[in-house]
């Protein structure tokens, strides 16, 4: 009878020691999830950040993709314009018809090219300066005292304006907001 109280108070130890060192378990593996769950989720963040920046980065390429080919296209324009104009200024009165029809087809080219948002005042400056060059073709052909005719000063101001500010434009500036600036 000792010896069957013996093993009963033994049992109960151990169920006891089983039972404390679940507990204890339980508790440690508390702290070791929490320590993982910690871990995994600076994981996710890093690599969502990187990810973000990456797409960022790509946005930025595009974004100066467009400016650049905008950038080009109103410089054709630009070389179309000055070409057209060296070709009117030297040829007489009665054979202008031609060369003016030539910058009114650029005009018109100028009016259509589509550019990106921040290269839309160089776009406007542009078709505005061959319009007014356009205008005083125009005006010279129609009269021969010109130099007296106000029309043909209107539009010798507007063209000398109208040169200023598209020469004055800084794409650098203006577009560099553009392409810094967020998703497309």
Known sequence: MIYAKYVQRQAELDARQTKQSAQSS???RGPRAALLLIVLLVLVAGAGYFA????QEQQRQ????????GLALLQGIQNKVTDADKLASSTGRAYLSGP???LQDIQREAEAVKVPACLGGAKN????YVKAQVDTYLVFMQDTSYLM?????KAQEAS????KHYKDFDPAEVCGRFIDRGPL
């Open 26 to 28: 339980e508790a440690s």
């Open 52 to 55: 973000y920046t990456k797409y």
């Open 62 to 69: 595009e974004r100066r993709q467009l400016v650049e080919s």
């Open 100 to 102: 003016v029809s030539k």
């Open 125 to 128: 400056a542009l078709a505005d």
């Open 149 to 153: 005719n106000p029309e043909y000063e």
């Open 160 to 163: 000398s304006r109208s040169a």
